[in-house]
Nanobody, 123 residues
């Protein structure tokens, strides 16, 4: 059974940084894509970033390109989202998700989800 556990959220001032972690377990993820999505109050869930576990190919939403970096540590089975230059509009619950290759940005394409971690950016 796939388990995804996020951590690292919190409260930060605008311009600050946070690093989110997603610990994955329950299967081999070499043929999977790991994604980060976020959902702000009253808004739809949106794609943030993704990485293919084996090749390390990365994908980003335009809104975070140049500010966020997704990476993975194969030995720890953990995916990270480094978030720099945070803005108030980045405030949301951030969720880790997994799906078999190929990459897709639609959240409905991801069968496995973590519980989410809150990120709040104050102005």
């Amino acid at each position: 059974q796939v388990q995804l556990v996020e951590s690292g959220g919190g409260l930060v001032q605008a311009g600050g940084s946070l690093r989110l972690s997603c610990a994955a377990s329950g299967r081999t993820f070499s043929s999977y894509v790991m994604g980060w999505f976020r959902q702000a109050p009253g808004k739809e869930r949106e794609f943030v970033a993704a990485i293919s576990w084996s090749a390390g190919a990365t994908y980003y939403a335009d809104s975070v390109k140049g500010r966020f970096t997704i990476s993975r540590d194969n030995a720890k089975n953990t995916v990270y989202l480094q978030m720099n230059s945070l803005k108030p509009e980045d405030t949301a619950v951030y969720c880790c998700a997994a799906r078999p290759l190929p990459f897709h940005s639609g959240s409905y394409r991801y069968p496995h989800w973590g519980q989410g971690t809150q990120v709040t950016v104050s102005s």
